[in-house]
Each structure stands twice: as structure tokens, then as C-alpha cells.
């Protein structure tokens, strides 16, 4: 995979160069490359930003310096152009399975109030773009995003991650969240790892890994459990869902009154 990253802080995706992402480049399986927007100025000032049309707060980044910039990587195919943007649809571990099957991505980072909306009119000639927000907050600049995205797709190019069993079992990749984990020693400031765990017994770490699942999820993000497919769900499952508030209705997981056959006298 090939990506090329623009930014006018270009320092800070030195992160790239280490850890996995670092030894994937150094093995040829991502070809990664960042560039300075400065470096497709043409004035003595290197300038990359003006007032705002309209008025307001801040600086707005100049159409023309993306525009050399962008051209100088528009290749053969359309690739994608991912622009981080608070403004932009949430990044999923869904979307960066997508990404990770295409052959050129290339991020543009903004500063200051964002790119000049007309950018990304005139890019859509030539690249797939994409306005992504890693979440309901804000950055100061894409690049914190970038580091984040590249990341989530890098790591799941094949030969990226030693064992490729560790992408299978992972948070999201089901639906739901990871289960708990520990290691040695057994015993820790008095804290003991659960008895399940060194039973030995498979069939029953696999279940109690699979409630630790359920339960983490319907406490954590019980917005997850509505997008479940319920034709994935045991009898166990639900019983699990069931004890957390949850039911099947309507052919989702949803929440419910806890069941109300108590005491006449509770409601007196
Ligand atoms: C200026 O929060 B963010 C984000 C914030 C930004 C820019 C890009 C992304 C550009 N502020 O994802």
C-alpha cells in the first residue's frame, strides 16, 4: 500500500517511523511518505492560510498550496483522500478494514479553522474523499487523527502484525468489546485472577470470556448491543443480556424494564 500524508507539521508524524508501522516500511509492505504543504507554496512567506470570507474566528488554509500538493500525488487509479475533520463521519474499524484493501490513500492534515471547502469540490474529480472525525471532540489539526488512522489500517495489512489471530479476536471486530485479560503472577496485592482461568477447562474460559464480552459491553457501550446481528447471539447470550436489562425485541437487542414480578407492597 502506498500513502502520502500532507500536513505543515510534518515532524509530528515522526510516530510513523517506530514500532510496527516503522518495521512495515522498513519491510516494503507500506510505502509511507509525508510531505510538507509549505514545500507547494510559490511566495516568499511560505504562506498556507488567509482571513475567512464571511468573517469569524481564525484562519482558513488556501486552496492553492493543496491543489500543487495533491496533484503531485493523484496516480494512475482514483485514490482515496481522507480529510480529518470534526466535520466528518465517524472512523470505524469497519472503514479502516476497507481502506486496508486500497491500493493508495493519501491524508490531508488541516490547521487553523479547516481547508477552504472548494478543495475538496475540486479533489473529488480525482480522488475518493473522505471527511473523517475519530470522535465528538476536537483536535487542534488532522494530524493527531492521521496517526490514528494510519495506524488502525496499517496494522491489518498482511505480514503487519506478526500473528494475524491477534486482528481476528480483537475489540469491534465482533460487535462487541474485548473480555478482560491477565497474566502472571496469580495472586497480586491481594487481587486474584478468576478461578475459570486456570481450570484448564476450554469450553468454560470460552464462556466466561464470551459473558465478560457481554456483560462489558451492555455496562460500557450499550449503544453497541442495538447494531448486534442477533442471529449470532446463544441461549447463553441472551440469558448473559437478559441479567444487564437486555432482550430481543423486534429482532434487536434492546433494553428492558428489569422484570417486575415482585413484592405487590414495592409500589404502595
Ligand atoms: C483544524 O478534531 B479533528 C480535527 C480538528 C481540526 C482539523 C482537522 C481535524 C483542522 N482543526 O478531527
Known amino acids: 500500500m502506498r500513502i502520502d500524508v500532507v500536513s505543515i507539521f ?18 516494503g509492505l507500506l510505502e509511507l511518505t509525508v510531505h510538507n504543504l509549505r514545500d507547494f507554496t510559490t511566495d516568499r512567506h511560505r504562506t498556507v492560510d488567509d482571513t475567512p470570507y464571511g468573517g469569524g474566528a481564525g484562519m482558513v488554509m488556501k486552496p492553492e498550496p493543496w491543489a500543487q500538493a495533491l496533484e503531485s500525488m493523484q ?108 497474566t502472571k503472577p496469580s495472586s497480586w496485592r491481594n487481587l486474584d485472577i478468576p478461578d475459570v482461568l486456570l481450570s484448564g477447562n476450554h469450553a468454560r474460559i470460552a464462556r466466561y470470556r464470551r459473558d465478560e464480552q ?26 448473559v443480556l437478559a441479567a444487564q436489562g437486555y432482550a430481543i425485541v423486534d429482532g434487536k437487542v434492546a433494553p428492558v424494564a428489569p422484570s417486575s414480578s415482585v413484592s405487590p407492597s414495592s409500589d404502595a
Request: glycine share 8%.
Open 214 to 239: 457481554l456483560r462489558r459491553t451492555a455496562t460500557r457501550r450499550p449503544d453497541l448491543l442495538e447494531k448486534l446481528d442477533v442471529q449470532t447471539l446463544t441461549a447463553a447470550d441472551h440469558a
Open 10 to 27: 510534518p515532524e509530528y508524524l515522526a510516530a510513523l517511523d517506530l514500532s510496527l508501522i516503522g518495521k512495515a516500511r522498513q519491510d
Open 75 to 182: 496516480t494512475g487509479r482514483r485514490p482515496v483522500l481522507i480529510v480529518p475533520s470534526p466535520a466528518g463521519a465517524v472512523f470505524t474499524q469497519a472503514m479502516a478494514h476497507e481502506l486496508a484493501q486500497e491500493e493508495h490513500l493519501v491524508f490531508a492534515c488541516g490547521r487553523y479553522e479547516g481547508i477552504d471547502e472548494r478543495v475538496l469540490e475540486w479533489a473529488a474529480e480525482s480522488f475518493d474523499v473522505r471527511p473523517l472525525s475519530l470522535g465528538d471532540y476536537v483536535l487542534n489539526g488532522g494530524e493527531v487523527a492521521v496517526l490514528a488512522m494510519v495506524e488502525a489500517v496499517a496494522r491489518l495489512l498482511p505480514g503487519v502484525v506478526g500473528n494475524p489471530e491477534s486482528l481476528v479476536e480483537e475489540s469491534h471486530s465482533d460487535g462487541l468489546l474485548e473480555y478482560p485479560v491477565y
